[in-house]
């Protein structure tokens, strides 16, 4: 706190800012100092893997960036995907990557945290203490003990994390329908509002992001997600009425295939069908969030940053 008194000053402009101070809700991580960045006119912030990006026109504060889960059914049943590469770029800029990197801290990163907890402080304290006394075999074997200990904990945590990473899909090609045909895209390019084809895969691979299914029903397997052992029915909207507005939170377990999950089954729409149709015999999907936005993103940063590190001062132990 200190180097941050002699370092930084309050700022009421945000145009004139560099740094932002972040406190997350109680149980979700702890407080940070964040770098503002700016593009444009448009500021904004990562923390915690998510985007925030400042409204001056309305609510003057920092927002999560908008994804397009909440409009008529009707708008995502007629939309064509993105029609040129001019309006992929702006969507690129606002949703970055959909991917899910996680970099876990090195060994003596997370050795020197638990190393300066406050038990871990008094117990070498105690030690140097009973060395004083004389009683240097004892001090030292509880001492090392202590450092085998906290060691053991680093390791297992690092092996967790990278177990944590590892939920995160490695990109492939799929099909999306841009610039008035269908193409082969890595997952890691795809953007809410694109139309993409969904099926069964040969090679195993998950669904890449949230989406909402418009054409074509398919049977997905959530047990990664859910723990759901019975895959799930999931059917297109077109034959919703258009007008209703989607509410992902009531429609997720009928229309929307998450992130992380498997399509084990599908049904390509009729060849006669109207409209855009898949090139590939998939279903059509639309996408709705992508990153560290999706259902599976959300549960991997629940389990990076809403629990706090175990050492040997806390209950967890």
Same mark, same amino acid.
């Given at each position: ?13 945000? %145009?004139? +800012? ?9 149980? $979700? ?54 029609? $040129? ?14 991917? #899910? ?13 638990? +190393?300066? +907890?406050?038990?871990?402080?008094? &117990? ?20 090392? !003990? ?20 590892? !939920? ?6 799929? &099909? ?20 993409? %084809? ?34 799930? !029915? ?44 898949? %090139?590939?015999?998939?279903?059509? +999907? ?27 001062? $806390? #209950?967890?132990?």
């Amino acid at each position: 706190a200190l180097p941050i008194f002699l370092t930084c000053r309050t700022e009421n402009d945000v %145009s004139k +800012a560099t740094i932002v101070h972040v406190t997350p809700t109680p149980n $979700n991580g702890f407080p940070e100092l964040v770098r503002l960045r700016k593009i444009g006119d448009t500021i904004w912030f990562e923390f915690q893997k998510m985007k925030y990006v400042y409204d001056a026109e309305e609510k003057k504060r920092f927002e999560p960036v908008r994804f397009p889960i909440d409009l008529p059914i009707k708008d995502y049943v007629k939309s064509s995907g993105y029609e $040129n590469e001019e309006k992929i770029k702006e969507p690129s800029e606002k949703f970055g990557k959909n991917m #899910l990197n996680i970099q876990p801290p090195d060994f003596w990163a997370l050795f020197s945290e638990r +190393a300066t +907890a406050p038990f871990f402080v008094f &117990q070498v304290f105690c030690v140097s203490l009973w060395c004083l006394d004389e009683y240097w075999y004892y001090s030292l074997f509880t001492l090392a !003990m202590l450092v085998v200990f906290e060691a053991t904990l680093v390791k297992q945590q690092q092996k967790n994390l990278s177990a944590i990473r590892d !939920m995160g899909s490695k990109p492939y090609t799929i &099909q999306v329908y841009r610039g008035k045909k269908w193409k082969s895209v890595q997952t890691d390019e795809l953007l809410p509002g694109d139309l993409i %084809s969904i099926g069964r895969s040969k090679e195993g691979d998950v669904v890449p992001c949230d989406l909402l299914l418009l054409k074509g029903p398919c049977i997905v397997d959530e047990a990664m997600l859910t723990g759901e052992s019975v895959p799930q !029915m999931k059917e297109p909207v077109e034959n919703r009425n258009l007008d209703d507005e989607l509410d992902v939170e009531k429609d997720k377990k009928l229309h929307v295939i998450f992130a992380g999950t498997k399509v084990v089954q599908h049904t390509p729409p009729p060849k006669d069908t109207d409209g855009i149709r898949p %090139s590939n015999n998939g279903c059509l +999907a639309y996408v709705l969030r992508t990153g560290f936005n999706t259902s599976q993103g959300k549960l991997l940063r629940t389990i990076l940053y809403s629990v706090k590190r175990v050492t040997a001062n $806390n #209950l967890e132990t």
